[in-house]
C-alpha cells in the first residue's frame, strides 16, 4: 500500500511494486512557444538576449551584472566588420568592477592552467634557454616578418 510522509519541508512517498508495474495515467500539458518564463536558450525566440539563460553562469546579476549586460548586449548587437570591436570600453568597464570583488570572479592563473601536484623544485630566475624568456622578442620577429611578407606580395 503506497503512502505519504512529510518530514519537514520535504514529501516522502513511499509506492508499492504494484504501483511501478501499473502505467501511469500523467497529462503533460502542452509547450507554449510563447511563454516568457520558458527557457530557450542564449537567444529567445525575438532575438533578444536571455537573460536568465543559466549559461550565462549567472553573471547578468551580481555586483558587475550592469557592466556585464552593457559588454555582452553590445559585443551580441554589433555590426562591425571585427564582431565586438566598438564594445571595448564596455568590457574594460566589466574588468574594472569585476577586479573590484576578487571573492566572487577570481582571477585564473596563468600558472594554473597546467597539470597540479607536480613538486616545487622550480628553479627561481629562467634560465638563457628558458622559452619565458623568449616570447616579447620572437612575438615581435613574428609580427616584423609578417609585416614584410604582407608588404612584398
Known sequence: MSYCKQEGKDRIIFVTKEDHEAPSNAELVEDDPNDPYE????????GEINWNCPCLGGMASGPCGQQFKEAFSCFHYS???????????????????????????????ENESGP???????PAEPSNTDAASVPDSSVDEVTVAGTENAATS
Open 116 to 122: 597540479s601536484g607536480g613538486d616545487d623544485t622550480a
Open 79 to 109: 555590426t562591425e566588420e571585427v564582431k565586438g570591436s566598438e564594445c571595448i570600453e564596455h568590457f574594460r568597464g566589466m574588468q574594472e568592477c569585476m577586479q573590484k570583488y576578487p571573492e566572487l570572479y577570481p582571477q585564473e592563473d
Open 39 to 46: 527557457d530557450h536558450g542564449l537567444i529567445l525566440p525575438s
